[in-house]
């Protein structure tokens, strides 16, 4: 995929920047349209944007997704990656699909994503994947294992561009993911996080 920017995008519903971030939440709120979800600015949209495999995390997804589903949050989905996911990630949307639902892999609703999406979970190192340049253009906040291509969010020193955890397990991840959430809850910082992801991509 080429690089991709909310700036230039005409594509998504809303265009915005680094000083206007305000109005990445108009995107959010055209895609629960277009899903049939209630429209929920605060609504917290994590995605998964790489599609899922074993090689990816797969299981280290499928020991954190009885946690995932305790949390309160919408859930999208890339639709590609090993069959097995596919029937996993099916079944959910059939069970949850008030808040889970899975995007056509193309052009158009991979940039829908990266506009609406406010974090993005990666069960694996992220730095050679486009997936996470995009997320970062588009001010989604990554929750990943450690890595140095990331800096873990300071609360205190409020520095930092990503959640990030430990070990590769599910008590990790899942605290990594709710430490996210709870910063989410405080629109001042949670700004402060994606322009942190923006303009790091810039430079």
């Not at 349209?33 to 995605?47: D, F, Q, S, T, V």
Request: proline share 6%; charged share 25%; net charge negative.
């Amino acid at each position: 995929m080429q690089e991709l920017s909310p700036s230039y995008d005409n594509k998504i519903e809303r265009k915005y920047s680094v000083k206007t971030l305000e109005h990445k939440a108009e995107n959010k709120l055209a895609l629960q349209k277009e899903l049939g979800w209630p429209p929920e600015k605060r609504m917290p949209l994590i995605c998964i944007p790489t599609g899922m495999t074993e090689t990816l995390g797969g299981q280290l997804l499928k020991d954190v997704l009885p946690g995932i589903l305790t949390l309160g949050m919408e859930i999208i989905i890339l639709g590609k990656g090993e069959d097995e996911y596919g029937a996993l990630f099916t079944k959910l949307t059939k069970e949850k699909g008030h808040r889970i639902a899975i995007l056509k892999d193309d052009d158009t609703q991979c940039r829908k994503m990266y506009a609406a999406a406010d974090m993005a979970l990666f069960l694996t190192d992220p730095t050679e994947l486009p997936e996470r340049t995009n997320c970062m253009h588009y001010g989604v906040v990554p929750i990943a294992p450690r890595t140095q291509s990331l800096q873990n969010y300071n609360p205190v020193q409020e520095s930092g561009n990503a959640f990030l955890y430990d070990a590769p397990t599910k008590w990790h991840c899942f605290g990594a993911l709710v430490r996210a959430l709870e910063t989410f809850n405080f629109p001042f910082d949670w700004r402060t996080i994606q322009r942190h992801c923006m303009e790091e991509v810039i430079e």
